[in-house]
């Protein structure tokens, strides 16, 4: 594959910076912020500033780790996974392409003042000539780039310094009149103004010596243009009166107007122009890199990752980039869209600091050339301001980067995932933790003991399948001297009285009791026998259960009729209501198993599934098979299976139709009724195993939180 050429040293990553940012944020901006903070604006730039700092620092070490085009995608893509690298590469692409078109229809009105041109036509024409600069190669955007900042502060210094002796102090009455929520809410609008700041680092593969000119590059901009925005907008607020710039398209023109005379605005009219000329230029050039480094991680079509032999640079890439820009600017309210952008970029920025401690915290190899300071407090500090500026930017913005986020994720899913199977250092990491807690959770389990078991029967199940729920309660309390109670349970209907039916013992429940003496001399378990008439089948389970203390409930599993799934399952309420664990037998007989299988979606297995399969094959003298359809959590069973005390194999589950051995038993976990469909009844991974299957549905108390158990199906 064709490499980028590095041939931007420090004076062109600056000025690309610069340039990135010295556009709308001081030539159109202050009009709009002034109009909600009032003199305050002036602060509302410098605590913006401020706020963007964890983004660079989090940015100039993640680009000197990995010095490659793409930026933002690439950091946040390889720190938290492809769905989250797509969005953001996405996203960004999408929000400096609005950004670029912003720029240039900003730049117009100020260019309407020198000559009656028509607006889109010549914005639409700027746009064009800058997608042909960037076609011919990085080293000409960067010298042009350098000269156009090196002419546009020039102009905004000889302004700035000619206007700052007419200040007037009154001009600054009422600075904080618009309270803290004003100034957050400027904050959070003039905020885009710094976006640029980390554009550089989309670049990245194109810097001479990145472990220096990119954190230098990045912060050095960000000093400067702070410096600069706000002395600009102090001069513009101190030389004006109040509100006669507010809503201005060309505020810093009309506060040439009243210092510096027709030739000041002249001056600021092309400082102007230029300005939004370079952001634009400068959003071409940093935006076409997104789809360039997603096409070559296959999260976009091949043809975008191409790079011209003749010019060296993606020429796909930039081209549809260009076609976007123009899109824009012809047909689309830019502002409004721009604004949404810009909810969108302090996610972005949010992202980056967390991925930057994804990385920190991962095992992936990570030697970063720089390395931000105050870590994690700066980056900690970095994500609350953005989501508080992020909702200080209203429904609208919100809800336009849901949509671009929606939008992603739907990309994702179509295109992306059939083809890339890898995951982020985040999630490699979170996956290890997972691990080990569920883990640590299977040695406390482990060192439970097994008492008493209840052996539910609902119904007439006949002798065989009567004793192989017996022969598993003895297997399971047998370690511990426990004892098995099998209880008959009879339903009778809610008019008929309890006291005829349970004063008189039939000949059935006589044969039931002589076959449970017999029973409990063959297992060596002491055996209580006991028959139950009620009401309500369900209660009488739960209340016999608490009353005796048993640890498990064992009963046949009987499958959802209609009537169970549209008014409750029966199963549902015992599961959520006994005071021990539940196991839900697929009887099909169970005779000395020395087969086990535990079945698996991929997540860690429930401490509970663990030690009924273990205490199963361990009573049997048997193996265990830890079964998975995939290897997503191969670390931890192969981990799981050295810690066992019986003889166990990781073995992963076919998704081609293959089927595996079939075991004599299958043990498998119970579904989290708060995770699962209320109309689908679930059958074990395996289907149709041909053996008994024991479903685990483990006590309240002994559940994870509803917050792992997403956890997990999130990461495994």
């Known amino acids: 594959m064709k490499e980028l050429q590095r041939d931007l040293g420090l004076p062109s990553v600056l000025a690309i910076s610069i340039g990135a940012m010295i556009g709308s944020g001081i030539f159109i901006l202050p009009a709009l912020a002034l109009e ?144 803290i929520g004003g100034l957050l809410a400027a904050t959070g609008l003039v905020f885009v103004s710094y976006a640029g700041v980390t554009k550089v680092a989309s670049v990245a ?53 009243t210092t510096v005379g027709r030739v000041g605005v002249i001056v600021v009219i092309l400082a102007a122009i230029l300005a939004l000329v370079s952001t634009a230029n400068a959003g071409i050039l940093s935006s076409s890199r997104y789809p360039f480094a997603m096409s070559r991680d296959r999260l976009v079509p091949p043809s975008l990752s191409a790079i011209s032999n003749r010019f060296g640079t993606p020429t796909t890439a930039i081209t549809l980039t260009g076609a976007v820009l123009l899109a824009l600017i012809a047909f689309v309210p830019i502002l409004d869209i721009a604004k949404l952008a810009s909810a969108f970029q302090i ?8 991925a930057l401690v994804a990385f920190r915290q991962g095992d992936t190899d990570y030697d970063p050339a720089f390395t931000a300071p105050l870590y994690p407090w700066v980056q900690a500090f970095g994500v609350v301001s953005g989501l508080v500026l992020l909702f200080q930017m209203g429904p609208v913005a919100l809800g336009g980067a849901v949509a671009i986020t929606a939008g992603s994720v739907v990309w994702y899913f179509l295109y992306v995932r059939p083809r890339v199977r890898r995951s982020g250092v985040a999630t490699e990491a979170i996956r290890r933790q997972v691990g080990r807690n569920a883990l640590t959770d299977v040695e406390s389990a482990a060192a439970d003991d097994t008492h008493a078991v209840l052996v539910a029967l609902t119904k007439a199940v006949g002798p065989e399948r009567e004793r192989s729920l017996v022969s598993l309660a003895a297997d399971l ?94 199963v549902d309420w015992v599961v959520r209501h006994a005071p021990c664990d539940v196991l839900l037998v697929d009887n099909v007989g169970y005779d000395r198993p020395t087969t086990v299988a535990l079945a698996g979606d991929g997540r860690p297995y429930p401490s509970r599934a663990v030690t009924l399969a273990e205490t199963i094959a361990a009573a049997n003298d048997g193996t265990l098979s830890l079964r998975s359809p995939d290897d997503a959590a191969a670390d931890y069973r192969a981990e799981l299976s050295a810690m066992l005390a019986v003889p166990a194999r990781v073995a992963s589950v076919r998704t081609d139709g293959g089927r595996p051995p079939t075991p004599d038993v299958l043990v498998r976990p119970g579904d989290d009724h708060r995770l699962r469909a209320p109309l689908v009844d679930r059958r074990p991974v395996v289907p149709s195993p041909g053996c008994t299957t024991v479903t685990v549905y483990p006590a309240v108390a002994r559940r994870p939180s509803l917050a792992r158990r997403l956890l997990e199906r999130l990461v495994f």
């Open 205 to 257: 593969e194109e810097i001479e010596n990145p472990g220096r000119n990119i954190p230098l590059g990045i912060l050095g901009s960000l000093a400067f243009t702070t410096v600069l925005y706000v002395a600009v907008v102090a001069v513009l607020v101190g030389i004006t009166e109040p509100g006669s710039v507010a809503g201005s398209l060309t505020p810093v023109a009309v506060a040439a107007e």
């Open 347 to 354: 996610m972005v920025f949010v992202l980056i600091n967390v």
């Open 477 to 570: 309390v047998r370690p511990d001297d426990g004892r098995v109670i099998v209880t008959r349970f009879e339903e009778i209907p809610d008019q008929a009285p309890l006291t005829e039916r349970a004063t008189v013992q039939s000949a059935a429940d006589r044969s039931f009791e002589s076959r449970m003496a017999t029973l409990a001399a063959a297992v060596d378990v002491p055996i209580e026998a006991d028959e139950v008439v009620s009401h309500d089948t369900k209660h009488a389970i739960v209340n016999v259960a608490a009353d005796r203390g048993v640890d498990a409930i064992v009963a046949e599993h009987e499958p959802l009729r209609l009537r169970s799934r549209l008014l409750g399952d029966p």
């Open 36 to 179: 909600i903070a009032g003199p305050a604006v002036v602060l509302a730039y410098l605590v913006a500033g401020l706020l963007v700092i964890p983004a660079a620092l989090s940015k100039s070490e993640l680009a000197t780790a990995m010095p490659e085009a793409g930026g933002t995608y690439i950091y946040i893509e390889r720190g938290m996974g492809p769905l989250l690298g797509t969005v953001a590469g996405v996203g960004t692409w999408f929000s400096l392409s609005f950004k670029g078109a912003l720029a240039l229809v900003g730049g117009v009105p100020y260019l309407l003042l020198l000559f009656d041109l028509p607006l889109k036509p010549v914005a639409l024409t700027l746009a064009a000539v800058l997608v042909l600069v960037n076609l011919v190669g990085a080293k000409q955007t960067g010298r042009l780039q350098l000269a156009i900042v090196v002419v546009m502060l020039l102009a905004l210094g000889w302004f700035a310094a000619g206007s700052a002796p007419q200040v007037q102090s009154g001009n600054y009455a009422g600075f904080f009149d618009a309270g």
